[in-house]
């Protein structure tokens, strides 16, 4: 069958919905009430028409929600949740046990600030303070790419037995309308197979215990043997990237995406939906004869390192572009780049440029200004500072 | 056999795997936990006065190991191997057959 996409005009969480009904999901436990989004609305609204056969459970809790998805997931179900900001946070214990118990999960987190004060506008540190639990990280872009990145992200997570959460920014992405190219059921179907689980607790003739207890002699094999899933990750993201670029046009085989990087002096690093920005503000700069590239990280987890060494060994600086920040050191994404770097001898210029935190709007003249500020830098070899709060009213 | 599990107690043995390959790839159950002597646990243990005990079997019902089990004379006795003393049993006795002695090890 040939692939024709079926067009609709859908928000970032339609999209998401849209996804978890065509990975035939069979369970779905999530909290219903705020900082719910309308992913789960539109999940109960897919089970009340009787367009899908899924097992809704609603809970108490976002922490509760995580517990139902491992249970039902160690059944050996394709599960699926979603949830946003202090939502996620509650249900951190729980992220641990799913990587823990090696749990094909799949998760739409949708990016709003962590109070106080209040605010439900996009920022990325919601997900970044769950860096550590062993889940992989996909920020999409766009709601293609939260459509795309649920789909692909169930044949990763379940070849390499790791939970995966796939983010999208609030509102800009979240609650925004746009053409959608969705995927025919069959296809869908051809390119996700049904879940082989690792092991189930229905196999009645084999019974084993999960969530037991492991002394000092046994506990540290098993977090080696997540971190192996981890690299493995890594080849299998790019292999299920390019496979699912054949089918259906739309190619994820590299990690970072970039563009203009042959002959740019620095690029813009950053993640989720401010780098579709960006990359409309590239295209305008090298108009005006600025040498500058983008490279968007759409994988946080696994770090692509290998990736980021290629980009920093073709350039002279990096602006980091972090809707996020890590009290008491520097954005996320700056710090894990510069890890990155150090061992290799690799070591572009880098500055960390603090952007759109609670949601502040970041535009094309924002990244024109910082364009401008980071060719300084470049041209001089020397940081004025480290970190930018670039929006920051003086 | 004058214990609990029998046969299965008899033949469980503990899995040391050697190397990290040897482990499951999720921390899943390899075997029973039978091996674990959570006996050697205890400070005070459960002795049974026969001459007391109806029994009612709540001793039995309440062990939450479980480590109480019922001979074929319809008496119960303790499992010594996996009661960790806990005191459910004693406490929970209506006619105070089981009394709590400390134990020197």
Request: with cysteine; net charge negative.
């Amino acid at each position: 069958m040939e692939y024709n996409p079926i067009k609709k005009v859908v928000s970032g969480n339609y999209a998401a919905a849209y996804a978890a009904l065509h990975a035939r999901v069979q369970v779905v436990a999530a909290y219903p009430i705020t900082p719910q989004t309308s992913i789960i609305e539109k999940i109960a609204e897919f089970i009340a028409n009787g367009e899908a056969d899924i097992q809704y459970i609603p809970v108490e809790s976002e922490h509760s929600a995580m517990a139902a998805c491992i249970g039902a997931s160690a059944t050996g179900a394709r599960v699926f949740t979603a949830t946003s900001a202090q939502g996620l946070a509650l249900m951190h214990e729980m992220l641990h046990w799913a990587a823990g118990s090696r749990l094909p999960i799949v998760m739409v987190n949708v990016n709003r600030a962590m109070a106080p004060p209040w605010s439900v506008w996009d920022d990325q540190t919601d997900s970044l303070s769950q860096r550590d639990t062993g889940w992989m990280q996909f920020y999409a872009e766009n709601n293609q790419e939260v459509y795309d990145g649920v789909l692909m992200a169930y044949k990763v997570a379940e070849t390499v037995n790791i939970p995966t959460m796939i983010i999208e920014s609030a509102f800009i992405l979240s609650h925004t309308y746009e053409v959608v190219n969705m995927i025919p059921q069959e296809l869908v179907d051809e390119f996700l197979p049904p879940r082989k689980p690792l092991y189930t607790l229905t196999d009645f003739e084999n019974p084993i215990a999960v969530g037991a207890l492991a002394t000092p002699a046994d506990y540290y094999e098993f977090r080696y043997k997540i971190a192996k899933a981890h690299e493995e990750a890594k080849k299998v993201i790019k292999s299920v990237g390019k496979e699912f670029g054949e089918r259906f046009g739309r190619d994820y085989s590299k990690m970072i995406e970039t563009g203009y990087i042959e002959d740019a002096d620095f690029v813009f690093m950053g993640m989720g939906s401010l780098m579709g920005t960006v990359k409309e503000a590239v295209d305008l700069l090298r108009k005006e004869g600025y040498k500058v590239g983008y490279a968007k990280v759409r994988w946080f987890r696994p770090f692509p390192k290998e990736e980021l060494l290629e980009i920093a060994e073709s350039v002279k600086g990096i602006a980091v572009l972090d809707r996020n920040f890590s009290f008491g050191q520097e954005g996320i994404l700056f710090t894990e780049a510069k890890g990155a770097l150090y061992n290799t001898g690799v070591r572009p210029i880098m500055k960390d440029y603090i952007v759109g935190l609670g949601g502040r709007d970041f535009t094309v003249r924002d990244v024109k200004a910082i364009a401008e500020d980071m060719k300084k830098v470049v041209e001089s070899g020397k940081l004025d500072k480290e970190i930018e709060w670039y929006h920051l009213k003086r | 056999m004058n214990t609990l599990f029998g046969k299965a107690k008899e033949e469980a043995k503990p899995i040391t795997p050697k190397s990290v390959d040897e482990y499951p790839e999720a921390p899943v159950s390899l075997g029973i936990t039978l091996v674990n002597f959570t006996g050697d646990w205890r400070t005070f243990m459960p002795v049974i006065d026969e001459s007391k005990c109806v029994k009612c079997y709540i001793c039995w019902k309440y062990c939450p190991e479980p480590a109480i089990y019922i001979k074929e004379d319809g008496f119960v006795a303790i499992d010594y191997d996996y009661c960790k003393g806990c005191g459910i049993c004693a406490n929970e006795c209506p006619t105070k057959a089981i009394t709590m002695v400390r134990e020197e090890k």
